[in-house]
């Protein structure tokens, strides 16, 4: 089967910078997604990249891609306490239609 | 407002029962999905639904099943043939499903988590 990996826990300090790491599987998937999930809750969409595009911004998320090595970043910057959740990158591969497959999430936690 | 609700926020099974667990939108979206969660899992595809009295099985359908009677409603059903249903389910939808326009943003449940007792 198809793994979308990413790191289990990512730990940093209230005002720096956090950079959630994700490595898909299909270099020919066409969009590339970030997803929030807080706690007890269901997932959000927070940003998403076409897989032409190298970068997007969208206020304090830089989204990175680099299809070459399939790895797609998400920097958030100025963390905030608000920001600790679990964090999903999602693709959708090649011949699944529309259909998403989730990596497994990273756990931000923002310490003050 | 619009939005999905999910029913019961906890539930509790007993070995051998079936339980079903409820998801209404008043989105009017086509579609709706079950995904499973578990501690370290990605998402994991349960059974869809692009259209009202049609669904289709996903990547883990054993011991599940669900309906689609009304457009707004679809009650996944954790049957006692699933032999590890402890997990925390999701519902979500979007407006036209996997056939419809690529990029289609999924909108999620508040979720429920589902124990064996």
């Known amino acids: 089967g198809e793994d979308v990996e990413q790191s289990l826990f990512l730990s940093v300090r209230e005002g720096d910078s956090s950079v959630i790491n994700c490595t898909y599987t299909?270099?020919?998937?066409?969009?590339l997604y970030w997803y929030k999930q807080e706690p007890g809750a269901g997932l959000q969409l927070l940003t998403y990249?076409?897989?032409?595009?190298d970068m997007k911004q969208d206020q304090r998320l830089t989204v990175l891609l680099n299809k070459k090595d399939k790895h797609l970043s998400l920097r958030i910057a100025d963390t905030q306490t608000g920001d600790s959740a679990i964090y999903f990158c999602?693709?959708?591969?090649?011949?699944?239609?529309?259909?998403?497959?989730f990596g497994t999430g990273t756990q931000l936690k923002v310490e003050l | 407002d619009g939005g999905i609700t999910q029913s019961p926020k906890y539930l509790f099974r007993k070995e051998g029962q079936n339980v079903t667990l409820s998801c209404e939108q008043n989105?009017?979206?086509?579609?709706m999905y079950w995904y499973r969660q578990d501690p370290g899992q990605g998402l994991r595809l349960i059974y869809y639904?692009?259209?009202?009295?049609?669904?289709q099985k996903g990547d883990i359908a054993e011991g599940y099943s669900v309906s689609r009677e009304k457009k707004e409603s679809f009650p996944l059903t954790v049957t006692s043939a699933q032999k590890n249903p402890t997990a925390f389910y999701l519902c979500?939808?979007?407006?036209?499903?996997?056939?419809?326009?690529?990029?289609?943003?999924?909108?999620f449940g508040s979720g429920t988590q589902l124990s064996v007792l």
């Open positions: 990249i076409f897989s032409n595009m």
């Open positions: 989105l009017n979206h086509d579609a």
């Open positions: 999602a693709e959708i591969p090649r011949g699944g239609g529309n259909k998403l497959t």
């Open positions: 979500a939808s979007s407006i036209k499903g996997f056939t419809g326009i690529i990029n289609e943003k999924l909108f």
């Open positions: 299909d270099s020919s998937s066409t969009y």
């Open positions: 639904s692009q259209i009202v009295n049609d669904f």
